[in-house]
């Protein structure tokens, strides 16, 4: 019973230090958005969000570890996403010149709207497939005129009970139209320290591995559920490695 208390009160107090640093962080992006006219939205996503998603990390008793970082050139960046964590690691990762692919229900929460109108984030509507591409087709000049990066969690939402879900093929059809190289994230560790859609977390270690860039030129249409198929079991892979490893240190 003490020990439930705990971590019931340890899960209030993060909520509301996570609530505050939010807060306080999207007053103070929308300062900055307002004096620098809206021109320094690479800047907040690279340097202001990390701050603030290690901040939450750091009251949240979680560390991160590193293992490889972007690159230098515009790339699909994607992940695994299994954790309630996974927003603040994915404000932790530095991309450079980055916009995220998100869904359009994250705009009904007054935080990240402002935040992500301010940022020049994409949100789509998943389930209106046509309205998904539209805003898409119309977001992909602006990439390619400013060298933009994008990062997608294939998945779609976060996965409960521990297992790789379903790659949707949005990402990957990205990579086709862009012509960008694809680089897989896997945050390890996430889902044990908080998994699924649970607010509560166990203070421990995140290990954020960035791997090999995956070349793109030679996907088609027609291979693309192959390539898809072949990235998945990659992640499956990792997981199984990374659990493995849990199970017998």
Not at 110 to 119: I, K, R, Y
Not at 171 to 184: G, H, N, S, T, W
Not at 225 to 239: F, G, H, M, S, V
């Amino acid at each position: 019973m003490p020990s439930q208390l705990s971590t019931f009160l340890r899960t209030i107090l993060l909520t509301i230090a996570t609530v505050l640093t939010m807060t306080i962080g999207m007053i103070l992006l929308t300062l900055l958005s307002i004096l620098t006219l809206g021109q320094a939205k690479n800047f907040i996503i690279a340097v202001f969000s990390r701050s603030i998603g290690r901040i939450v990390l750091f009251f949240a008793g979680v560390k991160v570890h590193f293992i490889g970082g972007p690159i230098s050139r515009p790339a699909i960046y994607i992940s695994n996403h299994s954790s309630t964590l996974d927003i603040f690691l994915i404000m932790v990762l530095g991309l450079p010149k980055v916009r995220y692919i998100a869904k359009y229900e994250l705009l009904y929460n007054p935080l990240f709207a402002v935040m992500g109108t301010l940022t020049g984030q994409i949100f789509i509507k998943r389930q209106d497939s046509e309205r998904a591409i539209a805003t898409l087709n119309r977001a992909y000049e602006k990439i390619r005129r400013k060298g933009l990066s994008l990062y997608v969690a294939p998945e779609g939402t976060r996965i409960v009970g521990g297992k790789i879900g379903a790659f949707k093929k949005g990402a990957f059809r990205m990579a086709i139209d862009l012509r960008y190289p694809m680089v897989p994230i896997h945050f390890a560790g996430a889902r044990q320290l908080c998994p699924g859609k649970t607010l509560r977390v166990k203070p421990g270690a995140v290990t954020i591995h960035f791997y090999p860039v995956i070349d793109t030129s030679l996907w088609t249409l027609e291979n693309l559920d192959e390539r898809i198929a072949t990235i998945r079991q990659e992640y499956i892979r990792w997981e199984q490695e990374f659990d493995e490893a849990g199970r017998f240190s």
